[in-house]
């Protein structure tokens, strides 16, 4: 059974290998990026008030995660959440699991009182684009409802 939870320091190992799932091709490794930098990045994140990391869990093993983070109160649509990493196991992928990633993300953000769901995906990302597109609908509901 699949849950959706928010990771704890204990989660870091795990959290630390998928995030560096990015990193293969289409994706590739951030300049100047340390895996010590991202655990401490990641520890931060974890004790924020306006962040976290959203993990999909199947039997007891990290399949995906989602950071998010209160980003900006903007003048006219106010606070604005962003979605920084989403990522799901190579294994896994195609399964619904970034879905459940995305409605999270999105819940996560209206008990943050958030307006909008932003994020960036990179132009080489053909297949996350394509993900996002399929579920605009997710992010655009976000908008409406609040």
């Known amino acids: 059974m699949l849950t959706i939870r928010t990771a704890g320091m204990e989660?870091?190992?795990m959290v630390l290998d998928l995030m560096e799932e990015l990193f293969e091709p289409p994706g590739s490794r951030p300049p100047g990026y340390h895996r010590e930098r991202a655990a401490r990045a990641y520890r931060h994140t974890v004790e924020a008030l306006d962040a976290d990391?959203?993990?999909?869990?199947?039997?007891g093993r990290?399949?995906?995660?989602?950071?998010?983070?209160?980003?900006?109160?903007?003048?006219?649509?106010g606070r604005r959440c962003w979605l920084e990493d989403l990522v799901v196991t190579a294994s896994r992928r195609g399964g619904g699991i970034g879905r459940r990633l995305l409605d999270a993300a999105s819940e996560w953000g209206r008990v943050y009182r958030c307006?909008?769901?932003?994020?960036?995906s990179a132009a080489a990302r053909r297949d996350a684009h394509r993900f996002y597109v399929a579920n605009m609908a997710v992010m655009?509901?976000?908008?409406?409802?609040l």
């Open 11 to 13: 989660d870091e190992t």
């Open 53 to 59: 990391v959203l993990l999909a869990a199947y039997a």
């Open 62 to 77: 990290v399949v995906g995660l989602a950071s998010v983070y209160v980003d900006v109160n903007t003048i006219r649509f």
């Open 115 to 120: 307006t909008h769901l932003g994020l960036v």
């Open 140 to 145: 655009q509901h976000f908008t409406r409802a």
